[in-house]
């Protein structure tokens, strides 16, 4: 079966400084894997996603993740923090014609 | 199209009554999703449809829980004898059918339980 780990609730970050989100999965086939971004009464808003091609994605708002399949994680990454980069992120992984499954989700706090 | 409609956006009811909600998904989309957001929680999956077909359903979910795509478009879900537990965010998604596709999020709907 199918299941994904954030390996972090709450991450806390200064503005101008780097952002790393991890995420590990579990996955019998080759999965796809998704960033799903929620902002306070918000919509879930997809940031980007990895379906076996190059296994460094680029998303939206200038986050990337890397896919690792010996690691078996695919965590988010972005350069720099902005005050409204501040959020709900959601690593989520999906078998192949199956349903999406959703981690628990880490919460980024970006400080002045 | 304006993307995924879910209604209504809040719902307040009393323990035991019933309630429904109305999902319509991106027109061409033939997969829907039914998930269930609790305060602090990642969305927990609840049921999918292909078309008018339901495909899987949790078996976290109770009996009164049940869900139609009569005609393939739009979704419904109804939830019986409502309890102060079922209060949470609904979130309808739906995407194309095949297996590395993203879906798009409604807005969701928030029932509370008194």
């Known amino acids: 079966a199918q299941s994904v780990t954030q390996l972090d609730s709450h991450v806390s970050v200064s503005e101008g400084t780097p952002v790393l989100l991890r995420c590990n999965y579990s996955?019998?086939?080759?999965?796809?894997l998704f960033w799903y971004v929620q902002h306070p009464n918000k919509g879930l808003q997809l940031l980007l996603k990895y379906t076996s091609a190059a296994t460094l994605v680029k998303g939206i708002n200038g986050f990337e993740a890397e896919f690792k399949k010996s690691e078996t994680s695919f965590h988010l990454t972005k350069p720099s923090a902005h005050m409204s980069d501040a959020a709900e992120y959601f690593c989520v992984v999906s078998e192949p014609a199956d349903k999406l499954i959703f981690g628990t989700g880490t919460r980024l706090q970006v400080f002045p | 199209d304006t993307g995924v409609s879910q209604n209504p956006r809040h719902k307040i009811t009393k323990r035991g009554q019933n309630v429904t909600f109305r999902c319509d998904p991106i027109s061409e989309h033939n997969r829907l999703y039914w998930y269930r957001q609790t305060l602090g929680q990642g969305p927990e999956f609840l049921t999918y449809?292909?078309?008018?077909?339901?495909?899987?359903k949790s078996r976290l979910l109770s009996d009164r829980f049940s869900a139609e795509r009569p005609k393939g478009s739009f979704s419904t879900l109804e939830i019986q004898r409502t309890e102060q537990g079922d209060s949470a965010m609904y979130l309808c998604?739906?995407?194309?059918?095949?297996?590395?596709?993203?879906?798009?999020f409604g807005q969701g709907t928030r029932l509370t339980v008194v």
């Open positions: 996955s019998s086939y080759s999965p796809s």
């Open positions: 998604a739906s995407s194309l059918e095949g297996g590395h596709t993203e879906a798009f």
């Open positions: 449809f292909q078309n008018e077909a339901q495909l899987e």
